[in-house]
């Protein structure tokens, strides 16, 4: 079992920054690849930032250049910081993570999921 937190989120301006942490707790989350998927209301869940074991990271196209994923083994913490906001990155921002290999853009392959942060982006 593994249990993830996340923090870090907030309301802020179009431009701004934000860096979200998931704290994971039981199984060492190096044992994992972690995942950053958003929900917006009314909207599906959405991947955002992944990060395997051997630390390659993977980015929707719209996070490319903004967001950074990275990974803190000895703190079993993960991050996503996010700079130059947009208010379509606004929505509930959750941390997962995955045991076995597979596509790391899909919901359904991670097997443990954090309650999420808010994070809103006024324009």
């Known amino acids: 079992q593994v249990q993830l937190v996340e923090s870090g989120g907030g309301l802020v301006q179009a431009g701004d920054s934000l860096q979200l942490s998931c704290a994971a707790s039981?199984?060492?989350?190096?044992?994992?690849?972690m995942g950053w998927f958003r929900q917006a209301p009314g909207k599906e869940r959405e991947f955002v930032a992944a990060?395997?074991?051997?630390?390659?990271?993977y980015y929707k196209d719209s996070a490319k250049g903004r967001f950074t994923i990275s990974r803190d083994n000895a703190k079993n913490t993960v991050y996503l910081q996010m700079n130059s906001l947009k208010p379509e990155d606004t929505g509930v921002y959750f941390c997962?993570?995955?045991?076995?290999?597979?596509?790391?853009?899909?919901?359904?392959?991670?097997?443990?999921w954090g309650q999420g942060t808010q994070v809103t982006v006024s324009s």
């Open positions: 997962a993570a995955r045991r076995y290999s597979g596509s790391v853009y899909v919901p359904s392959g991670y097997e443990y």
């Open positions: 990060i395997r074991i051997g630390g390659f990271t």
């Open positions: 039981g199984r060492t989350s190096s044992n994992y690849a």
